[in-house]
């Protein structure tokens, strides 16, 4: 199959501009919740200025390269596919396998981080009833998803609304109660360079990541060559204001800066608002992890069904569910590994994650740069503006940042990224000696 052609894929109900956004924002962002570390790490003023800074070099080009390439191919698979039309096979392949891999890393983890926060109200928990409240939040989502985009789109929106209430709640009355310098220290004294600049840098570089990522449903999405560039536009800057504020507030009113770790905005309500506005956000937090493994469900798996369409994974992960139309095998495939993970935690997997993510992504913003170039006859209803100064600035701000980034990672973020990187290269060549065997079989 080309690179460039739309698979046959035809969901019933496809999603409109208002849940793609509300979609788009649950799995880039969610809310502020996760950002807390990044305070501990590399203090409160390079975390406040991260958080304003870091979209400049790396979400606003990477969108602005996803929406001109989602005019020109919305096809399912995206950037996959992106990359398999510039690049090749081999690159397009390890778009592919690099981002799905790196799913991994993470749907198991959401499942466990909401229900870490269950625990709080019941600590008598034990490890198996841990594991089965996991588990069973993954086969819930793994349902919604089934059902089809449409269906995420109404769960996202339902979750997000509940999430906004409190955060603006909180945003309101630590504004009333500022009573300190946010930004100070800049820095986290005595703190090794490489946490200030490099792991934090990751974390920041993880917050705003995915913003090509809902590129893989495409063709589930009404008009896509329009709702993109538009649901991008809405969405970045919400972003941002999602992480910025309340952790301005928060630093400003709450303070309190080296207690800042994961969950402590739950603490900084409580300090602002009392136990009442405490309680609403530490809720809101647990549904701030449902809709990012949600929406994480929803963008990953397509990346296997179109894969399986290409011949690199079995065929048999391209069947569709005959009442919804959704790729059911490669939903519930993918379900059953973020299950088998689900006793994992977040923490230093941040670490090797942001090497795979920013391996798609630096694929992705070359092979826009790629693409207007070997394949200036393809129609482009959104085009990166500046001509070849702007060109120049969404491939060049998101490839310096990586490297930033990879550079400074610690020793267990390089290591354990570096073996996942080249995992990739590996699995290629293992499903082509496979192809290439099937072919002579069959003759």
């Avoid at 809310?31 to 958080?51: A, H, I, K, N, R």
């Avoid at 929406?295 to 994974?313: C, H, K, N, Q, V």
């Avoid at 670490?351 to 740069?369: C, F, K, N």
């Avoid at 390089?414 to 080249?422: K, N």
């Amino acid at each position: 199959m080309s690179a460039s052609t739309p698979s046959k894929y035809s969901a019933l109900r496809k999603a409109g501009l208002f849940y793609l956004v509300f979609v788009m924002f649950s799995y880039t962002t969610g809310g502020p919740f996760g950002l807390e570390d990044m305070v501990t790490t590399s203090g409160p003023g390079m975390t406040l200025l991260y958080l304003l800074i870091l979209p400049v070099f790396w979400c606003i080009p990477v969108s602005l390269v996803s929406a001109e390439l989602t005019t020109a191919m919305p096809v399912e698979g995206g950037f996959y596919r992106w990359t398999r039309a510039a690049f090749g096979d081999f690159w397009g392949f390890l778009a592919g396998w690099w981002n799905w891999s790196a799913s991994f890393l993470l749907g198991g983890a959401y499942a466990v981080l909401f229900t870490d926060y269950v625990v709080y109200y019941l600590p008598r928990m034990t490890w198996w009833e841990h594991y089965l409240l996991s588990v069973s939040l993954i086969a819930v989502l793994t349902w919604v998803n089934i059902r089809g985009i449409q269906m995420v789109g109404q769960v996202a929106t339902a979750l997000e609304l509940f999430i906004f209430v409190p955060v603006m709640t909180m945003i309101v009355l630590g504004l009333m109660h500022w009573h300190q310098n946010p930004f100070h220290p800049w820095t986290v004294p005595h703190q090794a360079t490489f946490k200030v600049f490099g792991v934090g840098l990751a974390l920041g570089l993880w917050l705003y990541s995915g913003y090509e990522q809902l590129s893989t449903v495409a063709e589930e999405v009404e008009n896509p060559q329009r709702a993109y560039p538009r649901a991008l536009a809405l969405v970045v800057p919400l972003s941002v204001a999602a992480y910025f504020l309340p952790a301005f507030v928060g630093l400003a009113s709450a303070g309190n800066w080296p207690d800042w770790h994961t969950g402590f905005f739950s603490d900084a309500a409580k300090i602002i608002g009392g136990p009442w506005l405490g309680t609403w956000m530490t809720v809101a937090a647990m549904i701030g992890n449902v809709a990012l493994l949600n929406s994480t469900i929803l963008t990953t798996t397509r990346m296997p069904f179109a894969m399986a369409e290409d011949g690199y994974l079995p065929s048999v992960l391209t069947r569709k569910h005959p009442r919804y139309g959704t790729p059911w095998l490669a939903i519930g495939t993918s379900a059953v590994i973020y299950a088998l993970l689900a006793w994992q935690s977040l923490g230093q997997l941040i670490s090797v994650y942001i090497w795979l993510r920013s391996a798609t992504t630096v694929l992705t913003v070359l092979s826009g740069w790629k693409l207007r170039k070997t394949r200036p006859e393809m129609t482009r209803s959104f085009r990166v503006p500046g001509g070849r100064a702007g060109l120049l600035y969404v491939v060049g701000a998101p490839v310096a940042m990586a490297c930033v980034a990879l550079l400074g990672s610690d020793r267990f973020a390089t290591i354990g990224g570096a073996i996942a990187m080249l995992l990739g290269p590996v699995v290629y060549l293992v499903t082509k000696s496979a192809r290439r065997v099937a072919a002579i079989a069959v003759q």
